[in-house]
């Protein structure tokens, strides 16, 4: 059975606003039998959004309306599809308890959940990696060059995995090279070749799944899944369980690149 395990939602303060139905709907024209919408998670009262729009997460306010609207779509379409309701988490160095008391308020009301790293921490200052080229380049500036940048994602993705965040911990962990994005913008040759291995080590020694998220390839400075192909290997030789996700903010983007993953 075909299964999208990552898809956003019109809940999404920074995608777009198509409709849940023409994500279903297109999901079953595709031939798929298994969706999961994961919006990204309310962040943490207490942390401060580095994005100029604060637009990284649904508001706790939308939360119960966002299950809700899943639920009632779930029930609806259950003849034909299975409809998961589910959450991105962020994953936010510092903000462990804060994500940790969320989980435990909402963790029973989900289906599945991905666990995430898109902000990083350099001298107390947070970024969001994965915003922009340009502040990828001052995120290396901060931390003293691009290897550091990829060394401090990895020391992060690594924290997320052994992180103690409750019996609703999200047991797949997204998009797990997502310090890619970029890798065409800064132009430098990064062999993190080891830096992965040791990530997929820790996912299967925790259990864990993956989020095998064909999205790079429509990211101009990336054009690779996250991770990229040649890994796929490598985690499945680790028994991993791989789940693929279009990661996708519109209909449009639903499913793009399942097929070169799975061929």
């Known amino acids: 059975m075909k299964r999208d395990g990552h898809i956003h939602t019109p809940f999404c303060p920074h995608g777009t606003k198509d409709k849940l139905n023409a994500y279903i709907e297109k999901a079953i024209e595709s031939g798929f039998g298994d969706i999961s919408f994961t919006e990204h998670a309310p962040l943490p009262s207490s942390f401060m959004d580095p994005t100029p729009e604060k637009d990284s997460g649904m508001t706790l306010e939308n939360m119960l309306t ?10 609806a379409y259950k003849q034909d599809i299975l409809i998961r309701v589910g959450l991105e988490v962020d994953y936010i160095i510092g903000h462990e308890a804060e994500t940790r008391s969320f989980l435990e308020e909402y963790g029973s009301s989900l289906d599945d959940s991905i666990l995430s790293v898109h902000f990083l921490r350099v001298n107390d200052e947070y970024l969001c990696m994965d915003y922009s080229s340009e ?3 001052q995120l290396a500036q901060k931390a003293g060059s691009v290897q550091n940048v990829y060394d401090l994602y990895y020391d992060t993705v690594e924290a997320s995995i052994a992180a103690n965040l409750g019996q609703f911990k ?7 090279t997502l310090v890619h994005k970029f890798q065409l913008a800064h132009g430098e040759k990064i062999d993190d070749s080891r830096r992965i291995r040791g990530v997929l080590e820790k996912i299967a020694k925790a259990g864990y799944e993956m989020d095998l998220n064909g999205a790079g ?26 789940v693929f996700g279009s990661d996708a903010h519109s209909v449009n983007g639903l499913h793009k690149h399942y097929d070169k993953l799975y061929n």
């Open 217 to 242: 390839y429509s990211k101009p400075d990336c054009l690779e899944s996250y991770p990229p192909a040649n890994f796929i290997p490598v985690a499945e030789s680790l028994r991993i369980p791989l």
């Open 66 to 75: 966002y299950l809700d609207a899943i639920r009632q779509a779930k029930d």
């Open 135 to 137: 502040v990828f380049m």
């Open 170 to 176: 999200p047991k797949r962990i997204g998009h797990p």
